[in-house]
């Protein structure tokens, strides 16, 4: 049963399998079975928030990373959002070692060229700043990337703003959290 939902989930059918969940919890509830009950409210909740990661996706936007850059008392921190196939695969947050005093879009030229090191390179990367030396950096992914081209935009309005403003979100978050961990 657990595979079958998880098949459903991947193809985009969440909301009926919620459905099926709360109709499962609700007749565990009434045969007082409680601990199978909150197992199906878990799940629920657990949909519930994948599915508020789904609303960020955009049309037309098939393989993409969004990558949002925010700098607080001499500490920076790089939200990267991972879209494969037009779906959110979740974020993470990175926080580059620099020099107090360097500029930020050299800071965030440097990481990009250091996590595409390793990683595949997507046709689009979508930034919140304009990364310094934005043309090498494009020709550098290009020859690493198994699509015939690869961008870099930093878009001012629409749908992949939206995508930004989350990332940058997240990023002053995490930047926080960790700023008040090091304290």
Known sequence: ????????FL???????????AAAMQEASARQDYELAAQYRDRIQALSSSQAHQDLNIDGLADADVAAMVQKDGRTCVQVCFFRGGRNYGNR????????????DVIF????AQFYESKPVPPEIIVS????????LEEAFLVRAEVGKVRITCPQRGGRKRLVDFALKNAMASLVTHLSEKA
């Open 93 to 104: 947050s990175y926080f580059p070692r620099h020099e107090k005093d360097e500029e930020p």
């Open 129 to 136: 700043g304009v990364p310094a030396e934005q043309g090498l």
């Open 109 to 112: 030229s440097a990481f990009l």
């Open 11 to 21: 193809d985009g059918k969440s909301a009926a399998m919620q459905e099926r969940m």
């Open 1 to 8: 049963e657990q595979i079958v939902q998880a098949g459903d």
